[in-house]
């Protein structure tokens, strides 16, 4: 398996903090490093400063939030990093939900899944260097009834640029299959993500002629090692709250993509009472219901042998690459946690 991190610059008190975290990062032996815009920094930013500070380290979007750009301005971005890190760019793109998308950006988030299709195709055909003349159900470019004419990009891609998909319902999950290069997951439990995830992924995967072996696999969890038993509780007590935010407030009332994918998972009685509790205002209340099986099963969290067992689950279950959230109150520390994961995926690549 390869190893990667995300990181938001708004979660750095100083842009050198971050800069040192992916410097380092870097020297540890990532192999990518994705940048998240959430409702934070934008991405491209601090990406190309990002870009100017390493060498060797693949750097994505994770994610660009399609509605909020247009397409054409996601290829300019893509082209533009792409080329400044010399073809260590990866795009990454995703749907967000309707709080960030209608809520901060004042755009409808309708129809994500056709933005998201006719996002990808206009991408690649500039991209590819060609002409821009596109007639779709969400985009007509050039707006028809005017005076404009198909136009292409004036900068070339002197690199390939892979596409990755961040998705989590089924509808999406099959779209990323059918034309992405990779996928960003996210609460991911492996005994349930054949039905929960690569059903859909290979269905998409089959539809397009593809094979598993076509798609990257990138999965992401929070990883942290406890000294022993005690510090483990510890550990999945403090993470509940947070669970229970993703259940209850990643999303509007109706539309929770996190909700919906632990309820695939085992879990839907449990995630509709915290989203209930937590759209009522009792974030303790929604925090108390998340079980210590929750925490465990989605995360990287435990004893070293533990989270060495748990690599392995991943490895067996289909994921190529790791996405590690290294836990940590200092930059010595989060390091030092990176370190230790990107040493035992090291050691699982080589063993049985």
Known sequence: MRTATTIEASAFDEWSHMSDFVVQAEKLGLDICWVAEAWGSD????????????????????????????????????????????????????????????????????????????????????????????????????????????????????HPIPIYLATLSPAMLRLTGEIADGWLGTSFVPEGAADAYFAHLDAGLARAGRYRADLDVCQGAEVAFAADEDALRRMVAGRKKELAFSLGGMGSESANFYNNAYSRQGWAEVAAEVRKRWQAGDRDGAAGLVTDEMVLGTTLIGTEPMVRNRLRVWRDAGVNTVRLYPAGHTLDERLSTLATAIDIVREIGTSS
């Open 43 to 158: 991405g491209p930013s601090a990406l190309g400063y990002c870009a100017a500070r390493t060498e060797r380290m693949l750097l994505g979007s994770g994610v660009m939030q399609v509605g909020t750009r247009t397409p054409v301005a996601v290829a300019q971005a893509a082209i533009t990093l792409s080329n400044l890190s010399e073809g260590r760019f990866v795009l990454g793109l995703g749907a967000s939900g309707p709080q960030v998308i209608e809520g901060l950006h004042g755009v409808p988030f309708a129809r994500p899944l056709a933005r998201m299709r006719e996002t990808v195709e206009i991408v690649r055909n500039l991209l590819a260097g060609g002409k821009l003349a596109y007639s779709g159900g969400e985009f007509q470019i050039p707006l028809p009834g005017g005076e404009a004419v198909p136009m292409r990009l004036s900068m070339r891609a002197h």
